[in-house]
């Protein structure tokens, strides 16, 4: 064998156990005691838990187009540091990811080495809608994604014309940015007005605008029969909506709206705390644990979205929404499994078993033999207080500067090779473009 993890305590489906796990050629081809004499490289693991690779669905890599924030580089970089083993990247770039031509951009660029296994969404719109039933088939694409609201950049689906325009064509999933646009230009007007106070955010971009669209896309998906993975809950009435309608719909929370609230992060953090969907109140919060302990939510992720810190610290609303978070995630949410908000379980369950599920993965999402020897390694016990300097992206900073978390990353492995171990990270870049059962590719 290439390598034997000894003495961890693995995550496997259905039961957490004290194992072995066994690697060779990128595959795990062994759990449970292992005789570990014939092995190239034996890796203590006591103390820790080994998870499947943990899965960030939902990335801002920005790149092709405004690379002085992010790259897939260093986007990834932050990822493997951070424990994620694989990346879903927004089509939200310039130019916008809806076409196969730039499809293929990002997956050469991605392919000239990646720290973690990666996948980009087509962007869908009312233009590129006919083709789509053919370009949702394209190696590396893990769905189509929509904006029914306004967010960074121009891609912008927002009547249900065009949505059922994107709704008709194919068949794999749909991830939705659910705020309403119509709702949110009048909003901006009538309340936001002339307004320079961040903690405004949430008022305008309306909890009633998130009910809006997710409504208006149930309906429409519900018509069409075609599968939609509503992203970034906020609001408790969406969850509400949401669990009675789990036949076609699958649901997305991010850990910023699980950790932060209004209106205290706002006075705190400025717009550091900006983005859209809006972090809200304590109650609305609340119901979104509320919905992870009941099943209604599926996956979890962080919106890595990234900004200069000088871009978000222009007057707002000029300051632009989103915060990088790829690279704490693990953290953030290992700090919760600690406070007991959740089982190491269920969230395995949301970061690897719902993005399997969700997206169709091939060979990953599973600590099982066969699999992709995709590892994320564990110490639930290690304190660790964030600053801006340990951030990879390019933007350089983290909303959770200078806090300390119980729980983060030892290991990241993908495809069998150690990418990082505590802190250190090493080449080569393993990283390869995902695959899905449905295309095959």
Known sequence: MDKVFKNATCVLPGRTVSADIGVQDGKIVAIGAIDDGNAAEVIECRGLHILPGLIDTQVHFREPGAT???????????????????????????????????????????????????????????DNAENLAQWENLPGVCGV?????????????????????????????????????????????????????????????????CVSATTRVIRLAEQYKRRVHVLHITTAQEMDILRRHKDLVSVEVLANHLTLH????????????????????????????????????????????????????????????????????????????????????????????????????????????GYDADLTVIDLKKQKTWHNSDIHSKCGWTPFDGQTLQGAAAMTIVNGHMVMRDEELFEPKPGRALRFWETKN
């Open 68 to 126: 002085h924030k992010e790259t897939l580089d260093a986007g990834m970089k932050g990822a493997a540091a951070g424990g994620i083993t694989g990346v879903f990247e927004m089509p939200n770039t310039n130019p916008l990811t809806v076409t196969p031509e730039a499809v293929q951009q990002k997956l050469n660029i991605a392919a000239k080495g990646a720290w973690t296994n990666y996948a980009f969404y087509l962007g869908g719109t009312a």
């Open 145 to 209: 994604k929509i904006f029914m609201g306004s967010s960074t950049g121009s891609l912008l689906t927002e009547t249900d014309e065009m949505v059922a325009a994107v709704l008709k064509n194919g068949r794999r999933v749909v991830a939705v940015h659910a705020e309403d646009e119509m709702m949110m230009r009048e909003n901006k007007e009538k309340i936001l007005g002339n307004s320079t106070d961040v903690a405004m955010h949430h008022v305008w971009r309306s909890v009633e605008s």
């Open 262 to 369: 209004a209106p205290e992060c706002y006075q705190r953090l400025g717009s550091r705390a900006q983005q859209n969907p809006p972090i809200r109140e304590k109650h609305h919060q609340d119901a979104l644990w509320a919905a992870i302990a009941d099943g209604t939510v599926d996956i979890l992720a962080s919106d890595h979205a990234a900004h200069t810190l000088d871009e978000k610290a222009l007057p707002y609303p000029q300051s632009p929404s989103g915060t990088p978070g790829v690279q704490t995630l693990v953290s953030v949410m290992l700090h919760h499994v600690n406070q007991g908000r959740l089982t190491l379980e269920r969230l395995v369950d949301l970061m690897a078993y719902g993005p399997q599920r969700v997206h169709g993965l091939m060979g990953k999402g599973r600590l099982a033999v």
